[in-house]
Antibody
Framework: QVQLVQSGTEVKKPGSSAKVSCKTS????????ISWVRQAPGQGLEWMGG????????NHTQRFHGRVTISADKSTTTAYLELTGLRSEDTAVYYC?????????????????????WGQGTLVIVSS | EIVLTQSPATLSLSPGERATLSCRAS??????LAWYQHKPGQAPRLLIY???TRASDTPARFSGSGSGTDFTLTISSLEPEDFAVYYC?????????FGPGTTVDIK
């Protein structure tokens, strides 16, 4: 069972940066990619981007281009989301979510199409 | 980018009633579509993947169907704990997208 435990609430000033962590259990990094999904107040779920540590691949939506950095520390099996240039519209709950690697014959070449595990969410408040 | 639309936006029903939620994709997804349940203050929960396969802890009253561009999530008889927001989701070329959600609330 994959477990994802996120860091706590952050309150930030406009223009500053926030860095949210997602500590994973056991050998999650060898079996899963980690994505970041956010939900602003009154809004739906929005995928921001993700990382697949085994492949060394990161990607993100164009909407956050230039403002988002997604990284992973294999030594601590922790994934990170950093969002810069914060504005009030970035106030949201940020979730990390696990997507299982698709493997055959001991080799992994893709990911499944759905998130089978979720962190508890981290509230980021951007306010002056 | 593949766009998902969900209908209706809100479904007002009573416990015991049947709920039918729709998700439509702007391009064919084959059967690569998932459904999630989301309640306030909780993380989203995977219900259905590959359009019709229930996740390990999903009750049998939830069923998914469809392929191509049109998909349906059906809750055969609503339990009190089923009132929530439901999202469909797809992956294409390393990009994931969610639909806008359908709120199932108590009538």
């Amino acid at each position: 069972q994959v477990q994802l435990v996120q860091s706590g609430t952050e309150v930030k000033k406009p223009g500053s940066s926030a860095k949210v962590s997602c500590k994973t259990s056991g050998d999650t990094f060898s079996s899963h990619g980690i994505s970041w999904v956010r939900q602003a107040p009154g809004q739906g779920l929005e995928w921001m981007g993700g990382i697949i540590p085994v492949f060394g691949i990161t990607n993100h939506t164009q909407r956050f281009h230039g403002r988002v950095t997604i990284s992973a520390d294999k030594s601590t099996t922790t994934a990170y989301l950093e969002l810069t240039g914060l504005r009030s519209e970035d106030t949201a709950v940020y979730y990390c979510a696990g997507v299982k690697l698709l493997c055959t014959g001991g080799s992994c070449f893709s990911v499944y199409d759905y998130f089978d595990s979720w962190g508890q969410g981290t509230l980021v408040i951007v306010s002056s | 980018e593949i766009v998902l639309t969900q209908s209706p936006a809100t479904l007002s029903l009573s416990p015991g009633e049947r709920a039918t939620l729709s998700c439509r994709a702007s391009q064919s997804l084959n059967t690569f579509l998932a459904w999630y349940q989301h309640k306030p203050g909780q993380a989203p929960r995977l219900l259905i993947y590959d359009a019709s396969t229930r996740a390990s802890d999903t009750p049998a009253r939830f069923s998914g169907s469809g392929s191509g561009t049109d998909f349906t999530l059906t809750i055969s008889s609503l339990e009190p704990e089923d009132f929530a927001v439901y999202y469909c989701q797809q992956r294409n070329n390393w990009q994931f997208t969610f639909g806008p959600g359908t709120t199932v609330d108590i009538k």
